[in-house]
Each structure stands twice: as C-alpha cells, then as structure tokens.
C-alpha cells in the first residue's frame, strides 16, 4: 500500500489485484488509468480527506 498526504490528509492505493491482472493478460487492467486516478485525487485532495484506491 503506498499512502501520501500524511498527516493533512490520507490518499492510498492498493495495486496487487491491478498488477495481478496486467500480469495474468487483462488488458483492461490499465496501471497508467489507475495510478492517473490517485494522481489527481491526491493532488486535489484537501485537509481531513481519507480515501483508497483499490
């Protein structure tokens, strides 16, 4: 689990399952979409946020 933001806020991600599937040849397992998405909700997260990306 990679979290950043500490302590004003709490942004994590969870990549197992995503990198799992990439490996196993799920195409739709996109890890650039995925990472793009915690990129933008840790970037425009405010004070007090607490989210995980799965």
């Known amino acids: 689990m990679l979290i950043v933001g ?3 806020f709490h942004v994590s991600m969870m990549t197992f399952d995503k ?7 799920d195409t739709s397992d ?6 793009a998405g915690f990129l933008d909700c840790a970037r425009s997260a ?4 607490r989210a995980t990306y799965v």
Request: aromatic share 16%; no cysteine.
């Open 6 to 8: 500490e302590p004003q």
């Open 30 to 35: 996109s890890i650039p979409f995925f990472y």
């Open 46 to 49: 405010e004070p007090g946020v």
């Open 19 to 25: 990198v799992r599937g990439r490996l196993s040849g």
